[in-house]
């Protein structure tokens, strides 16, 4: 009988000190390392990347049991950027983003199917120009460690997707597909555990 206590004793000593009992844990994003870039075709000779520089969000995640709770971002819109002064003001008017009515896009995350240890498939609703509609996002969690600078619990990630830019209104120069109707996104990320 003493042995069974003691072993139903360290059995739920296991249970306690596991992974699976940790409870979701709050990350930011660390606007000095998160990317959000785009590719967009011009005329099928060749896509040019654009990049918004102006990026904050946050989420509350269980690595223990792979589990989303919840997740928002907020993108300026008008801190697009591509390289070219007159084509970021031309993405800014109303041919495209319209930032003079719609300052911001935002995504809100509704749940997160993993599909290993480190990848996984992302699903939410994103917000452009005042329309919202469904985006899934391919992820791959590279990397949680203690950052070797400054030592921050810090959780990495990449993250790829599309959208058509029709579907929030953009229908500039569609035809001939002189500026392509896919978008394609390309998201780089740490974020650092909120109360560490």
């Known amino acids: 009988m003493r042995r069974f206590k003691l072993a139903l004793g360290l059995f739920l000593g ?58 928002s971002v907020v993108i300026d819109a008008r801190s697009v950027f591509t390289g070219h002064e007159g084509r970021d003001d031309h993405v800014r008017n109303e041919d495209f983003l319209d930032t003079g009515a719609h300052e911001t896009i935002t995504f809100e995350a509704s749940g997160y199917e993993a599909s290993s240890e480190n990848a996984g498939v992302l699903q939410g609703e994103i917000t452009i120009r005042g329309v919202t509609r469904p985006l899934s996002l391919d992820v791959t969690l590279n990397r949680r460690d203690a950052h070797p600078i400054g030592g921050k619990d810090t959780l990495g990630g990449s993250a790829r997707g599309s959208l058509l830019r029709s579907e929030f209104g953009m ?26």
């Not at 035809?175 to 560490?196: H, K, P």
Request: aromatic content about 10%.
């Open 171 to 196: 229908e500039y120069a569609l035809e001939g597909d002189l500026v392509s109707d896919e978008i394609d996104l390309i998201i780089e990320f740490e974020a650092i555990r909120a109360d560490d």
């Open 14 to 71: 296991i249970l306690v000190a596991s992974p699976a009992s940790a409870a979701p844990e709050r990350f930011v994003l660390d606007p000095s390392h998160v990317s959000i870039g785009f590719l967009v075709g011009h005329a099928r000779f060749a896509d040019v990347l654009g990049m918004f520089t102006d990026v904050e969000g946050e989420f509350v995640y269980d690595s223990a049991r792979q589990q989303l709770r919840s997740g």
